[in-house]
């Protein structure tokens, strides 16, 4: 009986085990003593990556915001998929890179995947959007097909981004839609064009930005739990974006969790959790712009 006892302990002990945390593969930061540092922002303890899996593990909605050109963030996330569903079953994944019209497609090749029969090109099958890097993305989305629970469009579809830009409808709720919220999102509206945006335009684009969060909450409030976004990080602020939307929309069991390159700032109050990763090399996208 202890004998048994003892192998039965082993083998829990085994399959609680997490994976190692996958090489850097950015190049700028690798000697930072800040890379892979992971605080908990409430108190500014450092954790462990298996005590950050522990904490995110009994929350219904994690939010995860990431740069979406950095390889670790896509590395990252995949590690922290495949370790929460170590600890607990996942409910569902949801992505700001997919649009509403790609859900029958989406749903259709897990569907195939399912019964063994893939597409033999994936990304045409998802109708996947050329301006997210298929590359980056490949080996999350090919994993989430692979599971048993849902992967669900998050966005907006284009055709709605646009309708907004002409007519802005009205957004409901006091979090979402407070000065100290509205005037960050036009600034970073304003750096992001490189200054060239006239100044007439800011406000049809932060009513396409906050109704984006706004679509983005819905799906997350609706969907499987638990549930687990991926976004880019200002979508995924909590003193910005979406967590306000789930505020306004009732919601209050959410965490955010922001992958971050070393050597920036982070913005108190922004994020629950903080995972300092390595750095792309800087790009200046406004100077050939300005030239």
Not at 73 to 88: F, G, P, T
Request: glycine share 6%.
């Amino acid at each position: 009986m202890r004998a048994l006892l003892l192998i039965c302990l082993g083998l829990l002990s085994a399959c609680q085990s997490l994976a190692p945390i996958p090489a850097w593969q950015s190049p700028k930061g690798r000697d930072d003593p800040q890379l892979g540092q992971i605080v908990e922002s409430s108190t500014g303890v450092r954790l462990t990556p298996a005590q950050l899996v522990e904490r995110l593990g009994g929350v219904d909605r994690v939010l995860v915001g990431e740069q979406h050109d950095n390889p670790d963030h896509h590395a990252l996330e995949l590690w922290l998929l495949q370790a929460l569903a170590s600890r607990r079953a996942q409910g569902s994944v949801l992505l700001e890179m997919l649009e509403p019209a790609q859900q029958a497609n989406v749903d259709t090749v897990r569907q195939q995947v399912a019964e063994g029969t893939p597409p033999t090109d994936l990304p045409a099958a998802l109708a996947w959007q050329k301006g997210w890097d298929w590359a980056g993305y490949s080996p999350l989305v090919r994993y989430v097909l692979a599971q048993p629970y849902p992967l669900l469009a998050a966005n907006l579809d284009r055709s709605e981004s646009m309708g907004i830009y002409r007519a802005a409808p009205s957004l409901n709720g006091s979090a979402s839609t407070a000065p100290a919220v509205r005037e960050p999102l036009l600034e970073q509206i304003r750096q992001s064009h490189c200054g060239l945006l006239p100044e007439s335009q800011l406000p049809a684009m932060l009513a396409v930005q906050q109704q984006r969060d706004r679509r983005i909450a819905e799906r997350l409030r609706d969907a499987p739990l638990p549930a687990l976004l991926f976004t880019g990080a200002y979508h995924a602020r909590r003193d910005l974006g979406v967590p306000l939307h789930l505020t306004d929309l009732g919601v209050r069991d959410a965490s955010v969790l922001l992958l971050v390159e070393v050597g920036q700032q982070v913005a108190p109050g922004s994020a629950d959790f903080i995972w300092y990763t390595a750095a792309q090399p800087e790009q200046d996208h406004c100077a050939e712009l300005h030239r």
